[in-house]
């Protein structure tokens, strides 16, 4: 079965510095890769994917991620936070489309400050 | 809006007592997903549904816990004999038919058990 380690459990950074997530996981076939950002008291939300294709993938608020078959990783990255950044950020993987087991990561909790 | 709502969004309840989450896909759908994420973890699979039918429960989803989908719409959660270890947020999820890869998550209920 396939797992997912997110190597930093919190990570504080100023306001306008650039971060980086780190996220490795494990499978023998090949997967889906998926980050989540999950704001206090509220679900999770969809931040960014890869299915196929491009390694590089974008979010609409200026997140992107790189997968590395090599590496097996996934790193999240931003070249410059704000404060409403601050939030836990869950790494995700999932076999196919049609396997239903989809593993997260313990998450990073990301804390922007002034 | 991620297209699914969950109600209540918050449960005090006393040890022993029994209870009921409720998940409401908004959005056009097909698999529905319960998910328990504890403090400082990530969501672990209970169990998901496709239309009426329960496929799949995880070894999480002891004899107290029961999931149903009766109209292949909703789906409710039930917890019976509520113990301290329960208390958890409670995440629903679910995946559109035109994306199967991608799972959209409800805002959760949080339930302590006191």
């Known amino acids: 079965a396939q797992s997912v380690t997110q190597l930093d459990s919190q990570v504080p950074v100023f306001e306008e510095a650039p971060v980086e997530l780190r996220c490795n996981y494990s499978?023998?076939?090949?997967?889906?890769l998926f980050w989540y950002v999950q704001y206090p008291n509220q679900g999770l939300q969809l931040l960014l994917k890869?299915?196929?294709?491009?390694?590089l993938v974008e979010s609409i608020n200026g997140f992107e991620a790189e997968f590395n078959k090599s590496q097996t990783s996934f790193h999240l990255r931003k070249p410059s936070v704000h404060i409403s950044d601050t939030a836990e950020y869950f790494c995700?993987?999932?076999?196919?489309?049609?396997?239903?087991?989809?593993?997260f990561g313990a998450g990073t909790r990301l804390t922007v400050k002034p | 809006d991620t297209g699914v709502s969950q109600n209540p969004r918050h449960k005090i309840t006393k040890r022993g007592q029994n209870v009921t989450f409720r998940c409401d896909p908004i959005?056009?759908?097909?698999?529905l997903y319960w998910y328990r994420q504890t403090l400082g973890q990530g969501p672990e699979f209970l169990t998901y549904?496709?239309?009426?039918?329960?496929?799949?429960k995880s070894r999480l989803l002891s004899d107290r816990f029961s999931a149903e989908r009766p109209k292949g719409s909703f789906s409710t959660l039930e917890i019976q004999r509520t113990e301290q270890g329960d208390s958890a947020m409670y995440l629903c999820?679910?995946?559109?038919?035109?994306?199967?890869?991608?799972?959209?998550f409800g805002p959760g209920t949080r339930l302590l058990v006191l």
């Open positions: 959005s056009e759908h097909n698999r």
């Open positions: 549904f496709q239309n009426e039918a329960q496929l799949e």
């Open positions: 499978s023998s076939v090949s997967v889906y």
């Open positions: 890869y299915l196929s294709g491009s390694t």
């Open positions: 999820a679910i995946t559109s038919r035109g994306a199967q890869e991608t799972q959209y």
């Open positions: 995700a993987v999932r076999r196919g489309p049609n396997n239903n087991d989809m593993r």
